[in-house]
Each structure stands twice: as C-alpha cells, then as structure tokens.
C-alpha cells in the first residue's frame, strides 16, 4: 500500500511512523487518524512529541477532556499515541502515562408486565402485535426486579414508529 499523500514535506519521524503503520498493514482511514492524533499533541506541546517528559501525555489527556473531546474519541488518541511511543520512537515510560477512559453504557429500555401487556393492547392490527411481541426476560440483576418480572423491549423506537405508519 502506498502511504499517503500529503502536501507538507514529510520529516523523518513523520515517515518513520507511515512506514510502522504500513509495515503492520494499517488501513488508510487508521493511518490518517493516527498522524491526525500526534498532530494535535504535537500542536499542543509545541515541539515534537517523542522530545516530551513523562507528565506531557497527562497533561495532553487533561486538556482533551476539557475541551470535551468525546471518551471514543479520546481513547483512539491514546491508541495513536501507544503505538507511535512504543513503536516509532521507542520511548514506553510515555505510553505507560496514558489511560484509557471508561466509555458509559445506556441501560436498555425496561417496561413492567403491566406497561407490556397496555401496549399491545393499544396496538391494532396482528401484524402490528406480533412485532411487539418479541420480549425477553433479561438475566436477573440486570434490568429485572427481585422476581424477575421485568421485560426488556428488543424493538427500538425507530421500528415501533415504522410499524405505526405502514397497515
């Protein structure tokens, strides 16, 4: 695969890095993201990045969050980041101060026996009820009462909306 190309000369590291990412075969759309990642840290410290100290990447990270850069975001900069110190530069005491951020998950939609059983009954049409009708109870402690009576909806909103404009 031929690296990529740019319009800026190319420095040593920057060709360094391209020919790592093409010599463990990164798609084109990963490499793009990496050189766009150590750019931004190289903006920030204002000097290239593998001349840093050990609490630049921390300082990086702090900065990122608050600009509120997304946590998928900033978890791809750490991946950037790892393998350029690791592989291109070898300097691992800078990789090793870079932390991957906890990505919250959304609980599903939960409706009680009672909520299930007054929307099929609102729903006209058996095609309709058939459609919602596919529940599931989930494993108990997540999302169920302490008998287990709750129902978790596989439907999303865009489906139930869908079902409601078509007969």
Known sequence: ?????????????????????????????TQRNYL?????????????PHTGTTDD??????EQQGDGVPVPTMNSIVSALRFFFTHTVDRPDLARKLVRL??????????SRDEVARLLNATTGLKRQAALSVWR???????????GRRLCNRCDTSQISTLTTRE
């Open 1 to 29: 695969m031929p690296p990529p190309v740019l319009e800026a000369p190319i420095t040593l590291l920057r060709q360094r890095l391209i020919d790592d990412m093409n010599m463990r075969r990164f798609s084109r759309e």
């Open 36 to 48: 766009r990642d150590i750019g931004r840290l190289t903006t920030f410290l204002g000097r290239l």
């Open 57 to 62: 990447p921390r300082r990086f990270q702090i």
């Open 102 to 111: 906890a990505h919250p998950c959304k609980l599903p939609v939960v409706l």
């Open 137 to 147: 109870r989930p494993a108990r402690g997540r999302g169920a009462d302490a008998e």
